[in-house]
């Protein structure tokens, strides 16, 4: 049975400069993953620190930072039954240059350092990465009319 679950995306600084961010929730909201949650906004070195630090320590980590620091980032949450390894589908594979045509980074990206989005790996790193940058109050719950015509 499918868990209702929440899961943290971002539209990363190359996403925001190359004038993806419709593009990029178009994707999600036609799959039928519903947005509870949005905001534009400049992520400070330690949030970065935070968000990534699963990676500190590794060749690419510092890049990383200053590349997710670098400009404005759109933070999303989505919500939808197995909604984290759904938008993981839809964004595709972390290398670009590998990730399946149809998918975000198989479509516009073609540069790990450069792959537009990041979604949550499991939706224990979901609730952590959305404490990182929503309140609360920022998430709202609401009922779409359209439920029934996506989920049984
Ligand atoms: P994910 O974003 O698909 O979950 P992770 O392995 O968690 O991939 O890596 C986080 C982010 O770090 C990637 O999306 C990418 O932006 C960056 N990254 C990962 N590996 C490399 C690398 O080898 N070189 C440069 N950047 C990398
Ligand atoms: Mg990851």
């Given amino acids: ?21 419709g593009e990029v929730i178009s994707r999600f909201e036609r799959r039928g993953l519903k947005l509870v949650g949005m905001k ?10 935070t968000h990534y630090g699963e990676h500190k320590g590794k060749p690419f980590y510092e890049g990383l930072v200053s590349y997710i620091t670098s400009a404005p980032v759109l933070a999303i949450v989505l919500e939808g039954k197995d909604a984290v390894s759904l938008a993981r589908q839809v964004i595709g594979a972390t ?10 980074r198989g479509d516009l990206a073609i540069e790990i350092g450069r792959n537009i989005v990041h979604g949550s790996d499991s939706p224990e790193s979901a609730k952590r990465e959305i404490a990182i940058f929503f309140q609360d109050s920022e998430i709202i719950s609401w009922n779409r009319t359209a439920e029934s015509w996506i989920a049984e």
Avoid: C, H, W, Y
């Fill in 95 to 104: 290398n670009p240059a590998s990730a399946a045509p149809g998918t975000i």
């Fill in 1 to 21: 049975m499918a868990e209702l679950q929440r899961t943290f995306i971002a539209v990363k600084p190359d996403g925001v400069q190359r004038g993806l961010i």
């Fill in 40 to 49: 534009l906004l400049q992520v400070t070195k330690e949030m970065a620190q």
